[in-house]
């Protein structure tokens, strides 16, 4: 029923959007908080991805605008929930928000069960257990440096684009393991998108 996006340019914004029968969107017009950043900084939120109930997960990303700073604290992930009018909430706060290792963020994947969230970039990717309106909690550590889809079947595919190989893990909100046979050779991969069956 509801769809969001969030965006960091000139301005910040969390956007929603109303589905409606035709298929086309209309602006909701929402206005979430987004919590307190940092000393010195205001987060930057981008990109976001939804669970299949009420909820949306963000990536918030310490900023000074313009200025480049290598010592800006890393981006933490945050969780929202939606009202049956489409608002979004949050708990979320700079406390309780877990702390992204990978740097350079490339993209998020949500897991088909809801449970899983995976986040890429330049160091690597890492999953972290999505709890709802609950805060996001570590799971993994930094498992490759790759760019990262699910399937219907717990499977999270990634591709290195440096090494030219698809790596295929296991992970279920209780394990982690690497696929037989994985990692496996391919030719100058780009990006990454798994087609599941129902």
């Known amino acids: ?25 209309t602006d909701l017009n929402i206005n979430p908080p987004v919590p307190v950043a940092p ?5 930057c939120p981008e990109p976001a ?17 313009y200025k480049s700073s290598q010592s800006a604290p890393p981006p933490q992930l945050a969780t929202y ?13 700079r406390f309780n928000m877990p702390r992204i290792a990978v740097r350079g963020l490339t993209d998020m994947a949500m897991s088909p069960s809801g449970k899983l969230i995976a986040v890429s970039g330049t160091a690597g990717f890492e999953v972290f257990h999505f ?22 079947d717990n499977h999270l595919f990634a591709i290195s684009l440096s090494t030219s190989k698809l790596l ?5 909100p209780t394990s982690v393991s690497q696929a037989p046979g994985s990692p496996h050779r391919m030719t ?7 087609l599941s069956k129902k």
């Open 39 to 43: 000393k010195g900084y205001w987060y």
């Open 1 to 25: 029923m509801y769809a969001y996006t969030a965006q960091c340019s000139q301005y910040y914004s969390i956007l929603g959007f109303q589905r409606n029968n035709d298929g086309t969107l």
């Open 168 to 172: 295929v893990f296991t992970i279920t």
């Open 49 to 65: 991805v939804a669970d299949s109930r009420n909820h949306v997960a963000i990536v918030l990303t310490p900023n000074e605008g």
């Open 131 to 152: 709890n709802g309106s609950k805060p996001i909690t570590h799971y993994t550590g930094l498992l490759a440096k790759d760019q990262i889809d699910w399937d219907n």
């Open 81 to 93: 929930t939606a009202d049956s009018s489409g608002n979004l909430s949050t708990n979320s706060t």
């Open 188 to 194: 100058q991969p780009e990006s990454i998108v798994v």
